[in-house]
């Protein structure tokens, strides 16, 4: 975290700490009863106050201290030296709160090693030092000067009585020498600590540009990927179509007579370039969905006439292999927010790999109901199974199991299609399944629209409420 932030850390811990200091003054004086000069202490609660409106002032008119500015180096040392200032300042503060309060004979002189901690937490070794440095010559300073009488001694007599510990050189020498020893250590401790702490967060600093640039270099790769596929497979629509059209005019005799052979190969024909066709257009639809296009579309709808349609489009497929389609919807069914078209998709390749995968004879079953939070659509059929190993991939790109690759076509987007369709319309999906019981997928969607708004799908939506 860069120093400019603690600038302003130090200016509001500031402020506590001048009314804490305030406060145990009054306390002192009108409750303990303690004889101090408390006109001077009082003064330099004040002149804390005074400093750190200027400090204040400066660092916030100075935009390059703002924590949302950019780094620099020339920045950084600003705002080391604004730091230093603002330590400094607290230490002469310190000095003259102890000085009115008894000099070395305080115990909150120990307070000094608190400026030794935070320089050590957030400044370079030489500033370490220099805030070392400063807090022993003040020691020092703070003793020999009460001894020597150039500075008067306030003793506390309510809290050591008659006996004046300044009046004796190794009290005045020896505690100054002992924090001093005390400084030094933990001076040296903490600048070991520190530049460990830099050496790694340069490290993870460097790593992470070096992860940035490859981010940035693999998602420039695969929008040119993704850009060009869109552009190839629009290309391809046009011709296959046309294609299909003249293979299905050959089959049909409009160009001349064609015998069985013949009509079998076109007929082979016509289904390979068929299934090309149901790829791109499966792809075009994955694109459309990656560029948010459901986002745009999103109204409040009824699910029950699309489930109904789709199911009555494909009854004849069902019927032909003599399955049956058992549609359930409760009669409470709400209406959510959904993208009508891609919604219908959803159901269509949900009921068509049920009617695919689902032997002859069979039950399929389409159910919609809802719960306080859901609208929970199901699929379930009792076709050959999807295993678990299966079920961990079964909605990444163009995954086919290798139990169904033999005997059933399939371009393996369609349950990536699906997983996509349902994250952006901000629901749940899942499977269960064992091989050779069937398989039921479940999707949910929620009923509050505030659901969206929590995953930013209606963030480009202007003045929608969601109420």
């Not at 000095?95 to 957030?122: C, D, K, M, Q, T």
């Not at 022993?136 to 006996?163: I, M, N, Q």
């Not at 990656?290 to 999103?298: K, S, T, V």
């Amino acid at each position: 975290m860069e120093l400019s932030y603690f600038l302003h850390m130090f200016i509001k811990l500031r402020w506590g700490a001048a009314a804490s200091t305030a406060a145990v003054l009054a306390c002192c004086q009108l409750i303990l009863g303690f004889d101090l000069p408390y006109m001077a202490l009082y003064g330099v609660v004040i002149g804390i106050c005074v400093y750190n409106i200027a400090l204040t002032f400066f660092v916030e008119q100075d935009r390059g201290f703002s924590p949302e500015a950019e780094f620099t180096r020339a920045r950084h040392r600003r705002a080391l030296v604004v730091a230093l200032t603002q330590t400094t300042l607290d230490q002469i503060a310190l000095f003259l709160l102890l000085h009115f309060s008894g000099g070395l004979e305080n115990p909150f002189v120990l307070l000094f090693l608190l400026h030794v901690v935070i320089a050590g937490l957030l400044y370079e070794a030489f500033a370490v030092a220099l805030a070392a440095f400063n807090v022993a010559l003040a020691v020092f300073a703070l003793g020999v000067t009460e001894k020597l009488g150039w500075l008067h001694h306030y003793h506390v007599r309510e809290l050591l009585g008659d006996v004046e510990a300044v009046s004796n050189w190794l009290f005045v020498l020896g505690l100054p020498a002992a924090l001093t020893l005390v400084v030094m250590v933990l001076s040296a401790f903490m600048v070991v600590i520190m530049n460990e702490r830099s050496r790694r967060r340069d490290q993870i600093i460097t790593l992470a540009k070096d992860r940035a640039r490859q981010n940035a270099k693999l998602m420039r790769v695969d929008k040119l990927r993704r850009g060009l596929l869109a552009v190839a497979t629009h290309d391809l629509k046009a011709p296959l179509a046309a294609v299909s059209s003249y293979l299905q005019t050959l089959a049909a005799g409009y160009a001349g007579p064609i015998n069985e052979k013949q009509g079998e190969i076109l007929e082979r024909c016509k289904a390979r370039v068929d299934g090309l066709s149901r790829f791109i257009a499966d792809i075009l639809s994955l694109t459309a969905v990656e560029r948010g296009e459901i986002r745009e579309n999103l109204r409040f709808a009824d699910l029950a006439p699309l489930l109904t349609h789709v199911v009555d489009d494909y009854l004849v497929r069902a019927t032909e292999k003599n399955q049956q389609l058992r549609l359930v919807i409760a009669d409470d069914l709400p209406k959510v927010l959904l993208a009508p078209d891609r919604m219908a998709q959803l159901l269509e390749n949900l009921v068509s790999n049920a009617i695919k995968y689902t032997p002859k004879g069979k039950e399929i079953e389409i159910k919609a109901e809802s719960t306080q939070e859901w609208l929970v659509l199901s699929v379930k059929d009792q076709g050959i199974g999807i295993s678990a190993e299966d079920q961990a991939k079964l909605f990444a790109d163009f995954f086919r199991s290798s139990a169904v690759k033999k005997d059933y076509e399939g371009t393996g987007l369609g349950l990536s299609m699906v997983r996509r369709i349902v994250q952006a319309h901000a629901g749940e999906i899942e499977v269960h399944s064992e091989p050779g019981q069937g398989s039921t997928f479940t999707v949910r969607l929620p009923r509050d629209s505030r659901a969206y708004r929590r995953d930013s799908v209606l963030s480009i939506l202007p003045g929608f409420s969601g109420e």
